[in-house]
């Protein structure tokens, strides 16, 4: 069982950035493939970004390559996306997931376990 935990959301102007974390629960949390996604208003949720369990490799949608960042510390059982330049946009609940399938995972539905979200806000 893993329990994860967001936080870092907020409300920011564009261009602004912000530093999500993840915080996760159990001592095998260095064996998941993480994820962050978001959910947009009136839209369906989608990947973000996405780390092999080692952090050597990583996974961006198109909209983020080159503004954000996502990594990883296995000794603090943390994930991080890192966001710049963020735009309206990207206004949306991201949420940090975790699979137990090994590699990149991009697919939503091979993550095991999901954090409660947090809200990032783009002001205009």
């Known amino acids: 069982q893993v329990q994860l935990v967001e936080s870092g959301g907020g409300l920011v102007q564009a261009g602004g950035s912000l530093r999500l974390s993840c915080a996760a629960s159990?001592?095998?949390?260095?064996?998941?493939?993480m994820g962050w996604f978001r959910r947009a208003p009136g839209k369906e949720r989608e990947i973000v970004a996405a780390i092999k369990w080692s952090g050597g490799v990583t996974y961006y949608v198109d909209t983020v390559k080159g503004r954000f960042t996502i990594s990883r510390d296995n000794a603090k059982n943390t994930v991080y996306l890192q966001m710049n330049s963020l735009k309206p946009e990207d206004t949306a609940v991201y949420y940090c997931?975790?699979?137990?399938?090994?590699?990149?995972?991009?697919?939503?539905?091979?993550?095991?376990?999901w954090g409660q979200g947090t809200q990032v806000t783009v002001s205009s």
């Open positions: 997931a975790a699979s137990s399938t090994a590699g990149v995972v991009t697919n939503q539905r091979l993550y095991d376990y």
């Open positions: 159990g001592r095998t949390f260095k064996s998941y493939a």
